[in-house]
């Protein structure tokens, strides 16, 4: 972690979206995650595209769960109820602790703006050695929405009364690691 203007820490940051059709140039919620975290003065680590399968979400975040670098994960898509949505699946079982207040507070505000439709989002957040992971539905509005009213408070070290840069790695943790 650096500093960055007013005591606020820059973060590692890894983007992954789930899809089976998107690409660099239409992944416009992937994108949308990029430019918050680039604006809020993280610094983005990696961005990938994997398809809707299990074991490739797991493969690239234990990669970046175990890379000294990535103290977060924001992940978009396959949060949903159809066809081969597996994000929590894969990602559930990588956790060290559930953060269990963010998928209720996600679908709360996400209420706010598609009614009960919110119900079938399965987003979730959690810690995974020292890397905290939030997982988004694949739509650029619920980025919006979890971005700005959730995560970038979260990952703001100088947010109150708490926040998760206290608990992600830290400085010498990556110095030692590089």
């Known amino acids: 972690m650096s500093s960055i203007p007013g ?13 089976d059709t998107r690409t660099l140039e239409t ?10 975290l680039l604006q809020e003065g993280h ?11 299990i074991y490739k979400i797991r493969a690239v975040l234990s ?3 175990a890379h000294a670098d990535v103290q977060a994960v924001l992940v978009t898509g396959g ?15 990588l956790f060290d602790k559930k953060v269990e207040g963010f998928g209720e507070l996600f679908r709360q505000l996400s209420f706010d703006e598609i009614g009960t439709s919110t119900v079938q989002s399965r987003a979730l957040a959690g810690l995974s050695n020292g890397t905290v992971i939030f997982c988004l539905p694949g739509s650029t509005n619920a ?5 700005s009213k959730i995560i970038r408070d979260q990952l703001d070290s100088t947010y109150k009364p ?8 830290t400085d010498a943790e990556l110095k030692q690691h590089s």
């Open 63 to 65: 990669d970046w769960i």
């Open 27 to 36: 992944d416009s919620s992937g994108q949308l995650l990029v430019d918050s």
């Open 43 to 53: 610094r983005l680590v990696d961005r990938q595209i994997v398809i809707d399968d």
């Open 162 to 169: 708490c926040n998760f840069v206290g608990v992600l790695k």
């Open 7 to 19: 005591d606020r820490h820059s973060i590692g940051i890894a983007v992954l979206t789930v899809s």
């Open 79 to 93: 949060t949903g109820f159809t066809g081969r949505d597996s994000t929590p699946e894969a990602v559930a079982v």
């Open 143 to 147: 980025c919006k929405t979890g971005w």
